[in-house]
Every structure is written in C-alpha cells, then in structure tokens.
C-alpha cells in the first residue's frame, strides 16, 4: 500500500505536468423577446381590409428550450466553424480546432484522402468529396456538443443564457464562442421579424403600385385637356369623358393609397416590436479562464485511484488464495 501511494504520487504529478490545460470562454446576455399582444390588435381590422396581417403573432418560437438547442444545432455550429480566424485571416475556425485536436497529423496516418477535402467549401466538386466533408463535420459538431459547448441559465428565473466555450487552444475558444453567439443571434432576430418584413416588402409594393396609377391618371386628365385646346362647345364629350374618368380613377386610388400608407406605417411599428433585444453582458476576453490540474491535487487522485485498485487486486488475490486453501 505504501508503494502505492508512492507510485500514485507520482503517476499523477507527472500527468499534471503533461495535461495540457483547459481554457473556457464565456459569453452571457439577456433575451428580451417581443411583448405578447404588442397593443396592434385594434389596428388588425384596419390592415384586414387590404388583405394583409401586420404581424404581432410571434408564438413562442425560440423561447426558453428552444433558443438554446438552437445553439447545439449543427447548422448555427458549422457556420461558426467557417467563420475567419480574427487572429489569422488565412484560416477558419474549423483549421484551429483540426490544430488542436492534431487531426491533420492523424490523418496522414490513417485516412490521407481527408487531406484532399476542402473544408470551406460547402458543396464540394464530387459526391465523394462531399461525404467526406460532411462526416468529418458530423463528427467535429458531435464532439463540440459533448464535450467543449455548454447552453444554458444560471438560474432559471432569469432571462439571462449563458454559452460557454471550452477547449486547449485560447484562440479558438474565444473566437468559436463570439462566432456562434454572433451567428445565432443573427438568426434568432431575422427569424423573429421575417414576418413583418414579409408584410412590409407586400405593403411598399402595393403603395408603389397604386401611387404610379394615381400619378398615371392625374396625367391622363391633364393629356384630354391638352388635346383638345380648341374643343367645339357641342362635342364637350371629346373632353369631359376622359378626364373626369381620369380624375375618378385619380380619387380612387388616392384614397386606396392613403389606407395603404397607415397600415405600412403599422407594420413597420410592429416590426420593431417584435425585434428581439439581445443585450450582451459579458464578452469572452484575453487572457481566457484557464484551468489546470495542480500537482498536489494530481498527486492526491493519483495516490487514491492506485491505492484503490491495489485494494481490489488484493482482495481477489486473497479470495483466490482462500478459495485454492479449501
């Protein structure tokens, strides 16, 4: 037992020494979503009338869970990874987790035809190519997920999410952890608001059609006027039927235009309702959290962990030694 703990001691100091250590990035922000029935509904009937929702019906989509396994999607993920290095232009994020976890050395070992793959490329030149991308990615998102990206509230009566990125390379801790809050971020607020800028961009197209026939038929009555500067006081028809049709449509679509005009200017009221306020409270920094396994604590679960297995080995070999004496 003595030698042991010895043993134990120094196992664990030395695997202290080589581990190398962790360093943990962390971002933190708080989520305010659109306010539930956002005060247009007395306006709905008005927008009704053109045919068009002006939108405040934003649901739960994104709330609480859902934000949050948003983050460990392999979409919002993978667009982080090919993301460029702020520190080295020339690389994406995907080149730094490859250096830290020294895949490219292990491939030139076992699986050379990886280093063929150009992993920036989303659609590859083969199918071959393709399937290879797409696996080596599968994998990279897996391990993130497991081991080195954590989501979720420090309390859950907050709205504050808290994203914390892990790994043995500085830099890529802190840059995949801007990169994916910036990513999924982006998302969350153009998911959000895709409605109401929906209804926009139909609203505009409408007002812009209806204000270039407006505009056409104010010409027109002026045209039947200047055509006929002459005009015989018995044939009053050549210009009094065109243009008062010409003003009747004029009128018409004056007053389509002005319903037009309120129910966009509602629209884009509800569209800044519904936008989400993301107010980031703490930013990954240089020096990033470090932590590492200090020699006495290395020594300690050494010296524990061989104790403990010396115990079991030598209670079965006792057991074994009584079991032969009967």
Known sequence: MILAVILGSVAGILYAKIKKPVYTATTS???????PGNGLG????????M????GGGNGGIFQGDNLIELYKSRTMIEAALL???????????LDHYFDMEQLKEEWKKKRPELLMVDFALKHQNSAIMQRRRDSVISKVVDDINAKKLAV??????????????????EI?????????????????????TKKSLDNISILQHKTDSVRAAMNGAISSAAVAIDNTPNLNPTKQVLRVVPA???QFSAETNKTILAQLLQNLE???LALMKEAPLIQIIDNPVYPVRESKMGLIKGAVIGAFLLCFMTVIVLTVLNTIRISMKD
């Open 29 to 35: 922000f708080v989520l305010e979503g659109a306010e």
């Open 42 to 49: 007395q306006y709905a009937g008005i927008a009704s009338m």
């Open 51 to 54: 045919g068009v929702d002006i």
């Open 83 to 93: 993301k460029p290095s702020q520190s080295d232009s020339s690389k994406v994020l």
């Open 152 to 169: 979720g509230k420090p309390d859950k009566k907050l709205s504050i999410i808290k994203i914390d990125v892990s790994g043995t390379n």
């Open 172 to 192: 890529f801790a802190k840059e995949f952890n801007e990169a994916l809050v910036a990513e999924v971020n982006e998302f969350y607020i153009k998911t959000k």
């Open 244 to 246: 008062q049709r010409s």
């Open 266 to 268: 509602l629209s884009k």
